[in-house]
């Protein structure tokens, strides 16, 4: 039986989903010393870096949907514990790249697998990731992702 309210609205699902993936995903990736929000980085500058770029803390943070000075407190943490390295970019002294150690790069491709794994679990109720099913929900959320909000908009309004 499902412990979802039958008059649950999208935004409330959207936040349970949410907040149940960065649960199970803070599990998953505790043995290695990472929290989720160190792992979307960390998953992410693999893949920018797999693309060959050696990403800004900015690109970062616009890739990933944190807020810059949160990813830079990351970046510092994992710096820190050796997975990360920030060195100065050459083309603009005021910004800080940042790459993955050969450390970081192992802890990261075992993250990943792991996160896989809960993704794949995740996915099963629609027939897989690479089901139809998947692959439309995939695209319906990053239809989602893309329409604007602007929480100022409303307010104004209800000001005036």
């Known amino acids: ?3 979802t309210p039958k008059d649950a609205t999208a935004g409330f699902l959207v936040w349970r989903l949410s907040m149940k993936w960065r649960v199970a995903v803070d599990r998953a990736v505790a043995p290695l010393s990472l929290t989720h929000a ?3 980085v960390m998953a992410s500058l693999y893949g ?5 770029l050696r990403p800004s803390q900015r690109a970062l943070a616009d890739r990933t949907g944190l807020e810059p000075l949160y990813v830079s407190k990351l970046v510092r943490a994992l710096e820190a514990s050796g997975l990360v390295a920030r060195t100065r970019d050459p083309d603009d002294p005021r ?3 940042v790459s993955l150690t050969e450390h970081g790069s192992d ?4 993250a990943i697998k792991v996160v896989q794994g809960l993704l794949d679990q ?3 109720p629609l027939g897989g990731q690479d089901s139809p099913r998947t692959r439309e929900f995939t695209r319906e959320l ?6 604007p909000l602007d929480p100022h908009t409303e307010n104004h309004e209800e000001q005036s």
Request: proline share 0%; hydrophobic share 45%; net charge positive.
């Open 38 to 40: 160190q792992y979307v």
């Open 142 to 147: 990053a239809t989602l992702l893309d329409a």
């Open 1 to 3: 039986m499902s412990s």
């Open 48 to 52: 920018m870096s797999r693309s060959g």
């Open 122 to 124: 995740l996915l099963e």
């Open 107 to 110: 802890v990261t491709r075992r």
């Open 95 to 97: 910004a800080m790249q």
